[in-house]
C-alpha cells in the first residue's frame, strides 16, 4: 500500500521546498493549501522530476468546516498517511488594537486551531497504524514574546509547546513529533503579512526554503524534536534564555518595530 506524505502550505516557500525535498527522496504526497491551480502544477512537476505520485487538494484550512470536509475525505479515502507536515501559516504585525479582527482570527484558525486539529485527527489514524511522524512548523520567534507580532509570536510558541508535550505523550504509540523552527527565510511569507525587510531579503541572515528544506529532512530522518536550522538561528532561540523577560521584550519589540509599517 503507497503511503503518503501530506505537507500543508506546499504551494510556496518552505511548504513547496519539503515538497521537493521529499519528493527527491521518493517519498508520494498530499499537497493542501488554497491555491488548487498552483497545486496541480506543482504536482504535475514533481511527478515528471522524481516519478513519484503527487496527489492535491485546494482548502481553506483556516475555515473549520472546509478542514472537517477535508479530514472527512481523508478518513473515507483510506490513503495511508505517514508523514503530517504542517507549515501552512501566516503572521500579522502593527499594533494589535489597530489590527482587522478578521485577520488575527485568521491567524489564530490557521496557525493553530488548524495544525492542532490535523495532529488531533491523524495522530490518531497513525497510532492506530502502530507508527508515523509528524513536523509541526512554528520559528525562532516561539522562543520569545513578540511585541507588533504578539499574536504572530504566540501561535508559534504555542505550536513549539504543543509539540514538544506531544512528543513525549504518544512516545509509545509509535507517532514522532518533531518541530521545525526556521528564522527569517526568503518566502512570501513577509508579503502577506505586510512586513518591510528590505535589505534583510538580501542579506546572508536570511536562508532558502530549499536550505531549511534539506536540514529539516535530514533532522527528520534522526527524529530530532526541535530543529532549528543554521547557526544564526540557533543563536536566535537560544539569546533571549541569557537575558531578564523584560530586555528580551524590549529587544524584541524594537526588531519587529522596524519591519512594521509605519
Ligand atoms: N519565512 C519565514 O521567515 C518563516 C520563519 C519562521 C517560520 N515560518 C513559518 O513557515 C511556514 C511557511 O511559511 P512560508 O515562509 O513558507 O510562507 P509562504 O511562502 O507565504 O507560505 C505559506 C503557505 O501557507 C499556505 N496557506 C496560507 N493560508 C492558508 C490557508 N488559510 N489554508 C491553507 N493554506 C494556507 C499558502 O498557500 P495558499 O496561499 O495557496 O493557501 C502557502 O502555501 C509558516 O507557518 C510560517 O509561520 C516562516
Redesign the pocket.
Known sequence: MTRYALI?????????AMAEALARRGRSLIL????RD?LESIAIELNQRFGVEVLFRG????EPLRLSGFLLELEEGERQIDLLVN?????TCGPFLAQDWGQEQ?LIE??IL?LTRLCHALGNTMAVQGGGQILN?????AFKPGPWMSSYHAS?AYVLHFSEGLREELKKTGVKISVL?????R????R?AHLEVGKLERSKRMMS?EEVALHTVRALAKNRAVIIPGWRNKLLAFTPRLGPRWLTRKISGAINKTYCPR
Open positions: 500543508t502550505g506546499a504551494s510556496s516557500g518552505i511548504g513547496l493542501v493549501a488554497r491555491q498552483l482548502c481553506d484550512l483556516g507549515c501552512a501559516g501566516i503572521g485568521d490557521l496557525n488548524a512548523v512554528a520559528s525562532v520567534a508559534k523552527c526556521p528564522g527569517p527565510t518566502t512570501e511569507f513577509f502577506h526554503p
